[in-house]
């Protein structure tokens, strides 16, 4: 992390400046005078937190230094400029952020000032008339003599303007330096326009019976503005932080999973701040203009995982249903594994996708699917929903309806369900059953259990190409 040298800058924002700086001496910083970047992306969030250092020359007193080519995103109010060493004192009266080169900027510094409205017709004739731009709009309002206009069907030329114009993103600072010669002075700022979130592959060993798999994961950095970072150093901060407005959605980013099996994820250090995770990358990453790109988070080879088969029911309806009332629910398919040491894992893992892969009996390498898991703790159970089953068959159909006591919400409810398995082996399928309320099991074809307040369930054995019924009555109160 860079250091900042509170003492070597005494940083005061001034209502009004002193006015020997509307004469200051202009010095212009790009970003070819760069000698530090450091970006904190935050997970879940289109936010980052910037440290640009570069190296300025100042002049003695008052001065203005600009930075420019920096995010056209970034958050004013959280601009802040400190040196990087120890030096002469320096004093900032006023500090802003200029970025003209949008129509709707362009038009506001033009108004109340002549513009150029031109029209072309199908002769390609081109007329030209002198208006004064009155407001923006939309749409823009024109006066041309003592009209007023509406809007142009035609385009707009603005004539030359007195006063500067900034074309590239410009932070700037009005300050009185005790001190002329060579500085590093570092800008500090919020921006939108970054992220990161992880990316994890797993690979199952087996298809038929899958109990071992191959975890690959991989850090994606997204940077969505129109500033370069040619080294930069790059912390990740993983966990949800309290913002005042909500953030703007992320895009999904799929890396090849065969790029992912081979991830060298040794370098990635992770280290507790607050109640967050932060991790630091080994190395500087150079993120270009709008570009996304992986680094390795983490390899484990051997991670013991689970096939989970479920049926969720959509609970019980109020009144008498047809006997050929019978939906087909989907078979799920979930793989479990634990966050633990002993397979290789063991630390926190960052919000993300894992895609899952299988082998087919020819070999080849298939995405069978993929869920988005939480940020994890070490210790922690991860269940994956990653597709449906072709050769489990769900029947549901709700068999009775009674009401049993005074008032309609004392009821009895009485459900069958009939599982196919078209499979050789033997195959379990755990059966969830949402009921609202107060609710006791009278009867069931199974042991039943209450899996918590509002969900009943069972865990039925279907044999290899046979089927099974489970039944059940329950009785429903207030």
């Known amino acids: 992390m860079l250091t900042r040298r509170p003492w070597s800058l005494v940083v005061g924002l ?261 109640d967050y995770h932060r991790y630091a990358l080994p190395s500087e990453v150079p993120l270009a203009p709008h570009e996304t790109k992986q680094v390795p988070l983490l390899t484990a080879d051997e991670v013991r995982v689970e096939r989970v088969y479920r049926v969720s029911g959509p609970g019980p309806y109020a009144g008498p249903t047809p006997e050929d009332d019978e939906q087909t629910l989907p078979v799920e398919i979930r793989l479990v594994f634990s966050n633990e040491r002993g397979q290789g894992i063991g630390k926190p893992l960052p919000a993300g996708i894992v895609r899952v892969e299988a082998p087919a009996a020819s070999g080849t390498v298939e995405f069978v699917g993929e869920d988005r898991i939480a940020h994890t703790p070490e210790g922690e159970r991860v269940e994956l929903r990653v597709g449906e089953a072709s050769d489990l068959v769900a029947k549901r159909r709700q068999t009775d309806y009674r009401q049993t006591g005074m008032k309609p919400y004392e009821a009895e409810v009485a459900v069958r369900l009939t599982l196919r398995n078209r499979t050789d082996d033997d195959t379990r399928v755990q059966i969830r059953e949402p009921l609202p309320g107060s609710w006791k099991v009278l009867e069931s074809s199974l042991e039943a259990e209450r899996v918590n307040a509002r969900t009943l369930g069972f865990t039925a054995t279907v044999p290899a190409k046979g089927a099974v019924d489970v039944t059940y009555r329950v009785q429903l109160g207030p």
Not at 82 to 95: C, D, F, K, M
Not at 242 to 253: G, N, Y
């Open 14 to 274: 001034l209502v009004l400046a002193h006015a020997s700086t509307l004469h200051a001496e202009v010095v212009i910083v790009g970003p070819e005078q760069r000698t530090k970047i450091g970006l904190t992306l935050y997970s879940q969030e289109n936010l980052a937190l910037v440290r640009d250092v570069r190296h300025v020359t100042l002049p003695v007193g008052d001065g203005e230094i600009r930075f420019t080519h920096v995010p056209e995103q970034l958050d004013p109010r959280t601009l802040a400029l400190a040196a990087a060493e120890t030096g002469p004192a320096l004093v900032v009266h006023q500090q802003a952020f200029r970025y003209d080169l949008t129509s709707e900027r362009l038009l506001a510094r033009w108004v109340g000032k002549p513009v150029e409205l031109v029209e072309t017709d199908e002769q390609l004739a081109t007329k030209v008339t002198t208006a004064e731009l009155l407001a923006v709009g939309p749409p823009p309002i024109y006066r041309v003599g003592d009209r007023l206009l509406l809007d142009h069907p035609g385009r707009v030329q603005l004539p030359p303007l007195d006063a500067e114009l900034f074309l590239t993103p410009t932070v700037s600072w009005m300050v009185t330096s005790a001190g002329a010669g060579p500085r590093e002075l570092e800008a500090s700022y919020t921006t939108a326009g970054f992220g990161w979130e992880a990316d994890y592959t797993l690979r199952l060993a087996d298809t038929k019976n899958p109990t071992t798999a191959r975890l690959g994961g991989w850090i994606t950095l997204r940077n969505d503005t129109a500033g370069g970072f040619e080294s930069a150093a790059i912390t990740l901060v993983a966990g949800r932080i309290h913002r005042v407005h909500e953030p703007t959605p992320k895009r999904a980013f799929a890396m090849r999973a065969e790029a992912a099996m081979t991830a060298d994820a040794g370098g990635v250090r992770e280290e507790p701040v607050l």
